[in-house]
């Protein structure tokens, strides 16, 4: 009898496992059949949107809305307030936040002070070029309006247009889901570097191509043109220049070939380059870049979900899930790489310090050079020397992640962009002696407030004229973007916290 209710037992649990193991399957196989689907030839009917995307692909879309947890906004100029006097007379000495996750790219745009106070479609400090990395609402632009148009007029002739923020249209077909790149610069760039094409790249080589539409260096090139109407245009097109090579050097020779510069200096009338962010630059020459391994390796790194294995679209740091980009190929532990990644950074500000503490004092003593009677020809070796080694500390802090991407390039631009400055610094000293002044001490600019009154950044006249454009064109933009359909009902764009208390002016308006 005890035989018989143990077989009976027995067989109880051999069902029960055989149902649950059923059920497994069938789950899996389900999981298969939603993951198979797919947009149909058509492709996905306003595409620009993310939130399209999210019915094919739901878990690349939840886990692309976590970028909105990367919500700080690390102001860089109280951390660093020599930048400030380093780029007087730009934009960025007005405003320079590190940048928070794709979420926020389009409303970290307007919100810049960078990005001024325009009043309508053809006012404002910067032209349309300045929304090129924030959306896949660009591309189309191009599409409908021509890449001239596009280039053509100032920022805020979009506002109204961009809409979306950086997602699955920014790097991704529509139709087959495939990386893409839809901006015309990337392939001119790799075309006039004599490098292979987006097309004729690897799968590998394109999980970092698809980055470096926008996280490279480059320049807005100013290019003359007429229209279908005869009407002469003058359009502001995204560049690379990468002509002579994607190195520092080869990139600074090519500028100074065609006289270019983003600005004259307001202190010491240096013309001047801007890095913007050049990360896959930076990243080709450390050892990440020179073994193969891609930005998405780490910054997107394959997740297990059920019978899905798909890549985390939460793009940020990769040492906040290590188990998933780090560990893979490394066998040390988790807290011994921080130390390391750590050491890296403290050693990038280190000699940032020291460089950028120079800059800012070669552009102060050349304008007091000049304020006692210096000749421009006096001063003209001495602002090639300020220009270049600007630029190559520049290049080295613009891309936030190049002190752990290229940490050996990094320390070596920061090297030599010291060096510069202090050569220059050795010979005001002279010039400066020559007309009558000893001993001169540059003023203080260890904080902020200090550092914007030697660039005569009126912060507060800044902030007052960007709050009264929030109230009113951005308003209109956004009724406009809403009422023609160029957002989704559930559109970041609509987050209350896409723009909240946590935005700068908020936190200036108190």
Known sequence: MNKFKVLLVGSLVAIGAMALLAGNITEREKQRVELAKAPSEAGIEGKEKSEEWAKYYPRQFDSWKKTKES???????????????????????????????????????????????????????LPTA????????????????????????????????????????????????????????????????????????????KRSLVCAQCHVEYYFKKTEWKDAKDVNKTAMVVTLPWAKGLSIEGMEKYYDEINFSDWTHSISKTPMLKAQHPGYELWTTGIHGQKGVSCADCHMPYT??????????????????????????????????????????????????????????????????????????????????????????????????????????????????????????????????????????????DTKDKAQKIAKVDMPALIAEKLKFKETLEKEWKKEASAKGRLAPNSVALDPAVDSKSSYFDKNKK
């Open 71 to 125: 919500d700080d906004l690390d102001d860089m100029l109280a951390k660093k307030p020599y930048l400030a006097v380093a780029w007087a007379g730009y934009a960025f000495a007005k405003d320079y936040n590190a940048p928070r996750g794709h979420y926020y790219a389009v409303q970290d745009n307007i919100n810049s002070l960078r990005t001024g106070a325009p009043t309508d479609a053809k006012t404002g400090p």
């Open 304 to 445: 297990q979900e059920g019978s899905v294995k798909y890549s985390d679209h939460q793009i940020g740091n990769p040492l906040k899930n290590m188990d998933k980009s780090c560990m893979n190929c490394h066998r040390e532990s988790e807290d011994k790489l921080r130390g390391i990644v750590q050491q890296k950074v403290e050693r990038k500000d280190f000699m940032m310090d020291i460089a950028f503490d120079n800059i800012a004092k070669a552009h102060i003593e050349t304008g007091k050079a000049m304020e006692v009677g210096a000749s421009d020809a006096e001063l003209k070796e001495i602002r090639t020397l300020i220009r270049h080694g600007q630029w190559r500390g520049d290049m080295a802090i613009a891309g936030h992640g190049a002190f752990f991407h290229a940490p050996e390039e990094v320390l070596r631009l920061l090297g030599s962009a010291n060096e510069q400055a202090q050569q220059a610094r050795l010979k005001l000293v002279s010039v400066l002696a020559k007309h009558g002044v000893m001993d001169y001490v540059a003023p203080d600019f």
């Open 130 to 205: 300045c929304w090129t990395c924030k959306s896949p609402d660009v591309p189309r632009l191009i599409e409908e309006d021509g890449e001239l148009e596009f280039f053509t007029g100032k920022w805020a002739k979009y506002g109204s247009q961009v809409v979306n923020s950086i997602g699955c249209a920014t790097c991704h077909d529509d139709k087959t889901a495939q990386l893409q790149v839809r901006v015309p610069h990337l392939n001119r760039g790799l075309a006039a570097a004599g490098l292979k094409s987006f097309e004729e790249s690897t799968h590998q080589e």
